[in-house]
């Protein structure tokens, strides 16, 4: 068995860290640089560049060259935010079978898990080559927020560089670990985590070598990138002002502006006032050299980035009122991550909590440590390395119901991990299949969340309809990764089940995700089997990666429309599976019931199929 690191796999930049002789630290690179730019690059001779070899060569190579890639994991191609992406990201992206985002590098398409799993492979031959040892386990670090989808990317990223993933860590929670572990406390601390791309913030509970987090939450895409597109956005309105040319459509252009904007908005940080100087930007009509040359000041940086730290502040009030906290009962506050530098998000974080943010910890660095803490203890197994980590749920996971909305199976902020089932039944005599689609966020709409999968529970054995109980076990582990079995109650049988990736908007008008019966098969492109009780969202989604992917395929073709008739539902409620390190001390909370006080009323006016799924609470 080879070393155990932790990886804090950053948008802009990742850093890896290791425990030795009881001590952890980060692993530094050649030239003493404790981070890598998570850059990815083909260059004009077809080789392949990652981290500091790639973001050299980003001015002179923009459509070729990867960043801030991680906002894109898990996200569906037709999404609000890629449309925003698609406009400023010089890069190609491409649309995926399953709706997933693609990129295209010199005439090749990456997978969003290859171009992290090159970033990764990077990181561990510098690992290696600085401990001189094999290294073949991590703990890789993700925002709090990432969904299921976004959390399995990740690990099959880690699978793809070779890497044995023993855990998917929260950033904030590997932060906190750096913080509090070794020092015997007993705090409630806040983690404002303001990163590259993402923002999150969680409340933690410490005692002593116990890591409870009571609520999470945050921004999956707000981050520094935000920041200097800020600035970008300025220097290209100036300019066009100044000499009448749109320079928003010259990609290596827009890439010098963004990068002179990132050391603009740093150099503030201690500083007051700094330039802009970027030399032949464009030629004029006449044909002559057009610079940049502005001036920035602290203060008009503040006025174009405000609102987003303000949208910070609102989260953290959000997130308190989860947590049922107040700022008093918070001991510490730290900051990690690279944008909470910024004089005015300190400032505001002072006015906001009434106190100052601890210096506890290294906002670059704590994440990584964190990790590798965690790492070093899952590897280790020995009684005295034991850290015990509680995490909770980042967003809520459903289904759909009639009216469209969610029927949330695991709350926000439930504690992981946790198990939940109910009773699927058939609605019509001899039906073969029964459908249904799994959603993860806090909109009350399931179109507005993410479509994790559409299982379908296939060659149920031939019965009238109603007869058939098909128990459906979710089981969400400490991660917050969602695996599904089902079993045909009365036989004992396991349902067969696949899982179906398939576009969003392929189903629109139907009634979604709580019973149907599964595309026929000739018309629906072979969707990714699995055996249960293997079945997870993780199973599916971390095969096929091991080479570029074609460009997309045709959609699936959805399945009839079927109306169950009557039906009936149970929920068990089960006890919480223990796990390494160890169990979680404190209470569940309690589900609540799965019929809300006005689902009758709705059930009577829409039919009896979903009542029947769940109704019997
Ligand atoms: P991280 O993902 O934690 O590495 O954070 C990277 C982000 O932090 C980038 O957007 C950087 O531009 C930003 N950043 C790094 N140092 C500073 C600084 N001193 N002031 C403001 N932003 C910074």
Request: charged content about 25%; proline content about 6%.
């Amino acid at each position: 068995m080879g070393k155990a690191i932790g990886i804090d796999l950053g948008t802009t930049n990742s850093c890896a860290a290791v425990v030795e002789n009881g001590k952890p630290r980060v692993i530094t690179y050649k030239g003493g640089q404790s981070t890598i730019p998570s850059v990815f690059a083909i260059d004009e001779k077809g080789d392949r560049l990652v981290g500091h070899d790639a973001k050299k060569q980003a001015q002179l190579n923009p459509t070729n060259t990867v960043a801030a890639a991680k906002r894109l994991i898990g996200r569906n191609y037709h999404s609000k935010t890629i449309e925003k992406v698609k406009q400023v990201f010089t890069y190609e992206l491409v649309e995926g079978e399953s709706s997933e985002v693609l990129i295209k590098v010199r005439d090749q398409i990456f997978t969003l898990e290859q171009i992290s799993s090159a970033i990764l492979r990077k990181i561990r031959e510098v690992a290696e080559e600085s401990l001189e040892t094999e290294v073949d386990q991590a703990v890789i670090t993700v925002p709090a927020d990432f969904n299921d989808r976004q959390r399995q990317a990740v690990r099959a990223a880690g699978k793809l560089a070779g890497l044995k993933v023993l855990r998917v860590l929260n950033e904030p929670t590997a932060a906190a670990l750096a913080y509090g572990l070794g020092k015997n406390l007993n705090q409630r601390i806040a983690v404002y985590d303001l990163g590259g791309g993402t923002f999150d913030i969680s409340v933690i509970d410490i005692k002593e070598r116990i890591f409870e987090v009571i609520a999470t939450g945050g921004d999956t895409f707000l981050g520094g990138v935000d920041f200097d597109d800020r600035v970008m956005q300025w220097v290209l309105e100036s300019f066009q002002k100044q000499h009448g040319i749109d320079l928003s459509y010259d990609r290596v252009a827009i890439q010098r502006i963004r990068d002179a904007a990132e050391s603009a908005k740093i150099e503030l940080s201690s500083v007051m006032r700094t330039r802009l100087c970027i030399p032949f930007i464009t030629k004029n009509e006449g044909g002559g050299g057009l610079d940049i040359d502005m001036e920035l000041t602290r203060e008009k940086l503040e006025e174009l980035t405000g609102d987003l730290v303000e949208r910070t502040i609102q989260t953290v009030e959000r997130i308190f009122r989860e947590a049922g906290s107040t700022r008093q009962q918070v001991d510490e506050v730290l900051l990690v991550g690279g944008q909470s530098r910024m004089p005015l998000v300190q400032r505001r974080i002072t006015e906001f909590m009434g106190k100052s943010p601890s210096k506890g910890v290294h906002p670059d660095e704590a994440v990584g440590i964190g990790a590798s803490i965690m790492a070093h203890s899952l590897a280790a197994a020995t009684a005295n390395d034991d850290v015990t980590l509680l995490d909770v749920l980042p967003m809520p996971i459903g289904i759909n119901k009639v009216d469209g909305s969610m029927y949330v199976l695991f709350q926000k902020n439930q504690a992981l991990p946790d198990h939940q089932t109910r009773t699927l039944t058939t609605s019509k005599d001899n039906q073969r299949s029964i459908m249904l689609r799994i959603y993860q966020g806090e909109a009350r709409l399931c179109a507005d969340n993410e479509l994790l999968g559409t299982f379908v529970f296939n060659n149920i054995r031939p019965a009238p309809k109603g007869k058939v109980q098909i128990e459906v076990s979710f089981h969400i582990d400490s991660e917050g990764i969602l695996n599904l079995t089902a079993r045909d109650k009365q036989t004992g049988q396991t349902v067969e089940s696949t899982l179906k990736l398939g576009k969003v908007t392929d189903d629109k008008g139907k009634k979604d995700g709580a019973e149907d019966e599964a595309p026929p098969p000739a018309a629906a492109p072979p969707p990714v089997a699995f055996t249960m009780p293997q079945s997870s969202l993780a199973a599916s989604l971390g095969s096929d990666l091991a080479a570029p992917t074609t460009p997309p395929a045709a959609p699936a073709t959805p399945g009839p429309d079927v109306t169950a008739t009557e039906t009936r539902a149970e929920t068990t409620k089960t006890e919480r599976v223990p796990e390494k390190p160890s169990e979680r001390t404190t209470a569940k909370p309690t589900l609540p019931p799965p019929a809300p006080a006005e689902e009758p009323g709705l059930w009577a006016k829409v039919g009896n199929w979903f009542k029947g799924l769940f109704g019997g609470g």
